[in-house]
């Protein structure tokens, strides 16, 4: 279920000898005759294999597998919520839809997992999806070795590339270019940054989908130049499209930025944080639970251009506190998100459900 604009994550499963189903029916978008094809395919797929659990990700196949999963009579049926589509995704009438149906589907499910506290109760009390008492909080775990290693080379490879001079501070944002990420927040704190400091900096979007168009227009009408993957050029602002080798960008960046409207539990914070990258971000959905406040990551309200280019000015000028953020990022990471923590959180549940 991966857009256009987005890079696979194939190159995951491949890496690891596993051989997954695809289903070319099943897509984010809402469509009510493939996604009727993709619940009797999966319907079809669970009366083979007969499995004990069915564990669901994502709203759209969340929603189709678990309807699945109900109606041939699986004993247990998990749902993680990375986020949620209930602000600043829809109109209120189309959140309210989603709303109900996503109240409907607890119901049918034995154990919702969240990926932090702020996040269970948001969907708990806020939203009421269901009671708190079908929550179950498991952090997201990941084998970040890669990111915490070879870190001199990786950075050298990633400046080499890019003409990014040792005396210049470079900047990453990581993510889709679609709305609910809110890039225009950062090119306009970009903007004022630019304004305000001598230091020399450096900007790096990393990612492409459906905005990429009205993101360069901004720039343009923000006075920021900016180029298209040409690495000769040393514009302010580079948009780099997918880079499959986060871990080597990483690497090559000072500070990494975040301005979405509305994120579940961003992976990208996690990575640069493993990466020894001190963090700008807004304050939303589980981001305060990845972060450590204050010490890792500055964090500022949605739209508030004015506060996130000031955290990025004090990040910019400031050498010795982006060096205490990375330090304190990366051994924070360490401890809380572990694969080998997540596998045997995972398993735990999975044995007491059974």
Not at 37 to 47: A, D, E, H, N, T
Not at 70 to 79: K, Y
Not at 293 to 303: E, H, R
């Amino acid at each position: 279920m991966k857009a256009d604009s987005e890079e696979s994550s194939e190159f995951i499963v491949k890496n690891l000898d596993l051989h997954p189903v695809y289903m070319p029916e099943m897509y984010r978008e809402l469509n009510p005759f493939r996604d009727y094809k993709s619940y009797y395919k999966l319907r079809q797929l669970i009366r083979k294999f007969k499995p004990d659990i069915v564990h669901t990700h994502a709203a759209k196949a969340g929603a189709v597998g678990r309807l699945a999963a109900a109606h041939e009579g699986v004993p247990v049926i998990i749902h993680t919520f990375h986020g949620h589509v209930f602000h600043s995704y829809f109109n209120p009438a189309k959140t309210r839809v989603f709303l109900e149906i996503e109240r409907f589907l607890a119901k049918k499910t034995t154990k919702i997992i969240t990926l932090s506290e702020i996040q269970k109760n948001e969907l708990s009390k806020t939203y009421k999806v269901a009671d708190a008492s079908k929550f179950e909080i498991i952090p997201l775990g990941f084998d970040l070795e890669k990111f915490e290693t070879n870190q001199s080379e990786k950075r050298k490879k990633f400046r080499e590339l890019y003409n990014i001079g040792e005396d210049e501070i470079a900047i990453g944002i990581v993510g889709r270019l679609v709305p609910i990420k809110n890039h225009a927040l950062f090119l306009k704190a970009l903007s004022i940054v630019a304004a305000k400091t001598k230091v020399k900096i450096r900007a790096f979007i990393i990612g492409d989908g459906d905005e990429r168009k009205n993101i360069e227009m901004l720039a343009t009408s923000l006075g920021l130049s900016f180029n298209n993957e040409n690495l000769g050029q040393r514009n302010i602002l580079t948009f780099t499209s997918w880079i499959k080798d986060i871990d080597v960008s990483n690497a090559g960046m000072d500070i990494i930025a975040l301005t979405s409207n509305n994120e579940g539990t961003p992976v990208s914070l996690i990575e640069a944080q493993a990466s020894g990258k001190p963090i700008v971000s807004t304050s939303i959905g589980g981001i305060e639970d990845i972060v450590i406040k204050g010490k890792t990551a500055l964090l500022s309200d949605i739209n508030d251009e004015q506060a996130l280019a000031e955290n990025l000015l004090k990040l910019i000028e400031d050498a010795g506190l982006r060096t205490s953020f990375s330090l304190k990022g990366a051994d924070f990471v360490r401890q809380k998100f572990s694969y080998r923590r997540l596998c045997s959180d995972m398993a735990t549940l999975y044995n007491s459900l059974l």
